[in-house]
Nanobody, 120 residues
Framework: QVQLVESGGGSVQAGGSLTLTCAAS??????????MGWFRQAAGKDREGVTI???????SYADSGEGRFTIYKDFTKNKMYLRLNSTRTDDTAMYYC????????????WGQGTQVTVSS
């Protein structure tokens, strides 16, 4: 059973930066076998994908984060990070990290979420 714990959320002014952390434990095999991602859900809206990263650390971004967000893994700490730069008020949401075996299609493991609030 994989446990994911997010941290690092908070309040920031538009244009500012924030780094979210997702600590993973209990993953079968190595951390490098876990494909992971960040998702977010704003109040009254559906959850959306923000960015994903392969087992080996290759990122892919949704349009909302392209050029502003950076996802990366620290294999020595079994942690994944999301750096949010040039934040906008529409980045306000609960951010969740998720993980799946890279050999499977579905994100089976989710963290509890961390709130990001961007003010103008």
């Amino acid at each position: 059973q994989v446990q994911l714990v997010e941290s690092g959320g908070g309040s920031v002014q538009a244009g500012g930066s924030l780094t979210l952390t997702c600590a993973a434990s209990g993953a079968p095999g190595s951390f490098a076998t876990q494909c992971m991602g960040w998702f977010r859900q704003a109040a009254g809206k559906d959850r959306e994908g923000v960015t994903i990263i392969s087992g080996s650390g290759i990122p892919s971004y949704a349009d909302s984060g392209e050029g502003r967000f950076t996802i990366y893994k620290d294999f020595t700490k079994n942690k994944m990070y999301l750096r949010l730069n040039s934040t906008r008020t529409d980045d306000t949401a609960m951010y969740y990290c998720a993980a799946r075996s890279c050999s499977g299609p579905n994100y089976d493991y989710w963290g509890q979420g961390t709130q990001v609030t961007v003010s103008s």
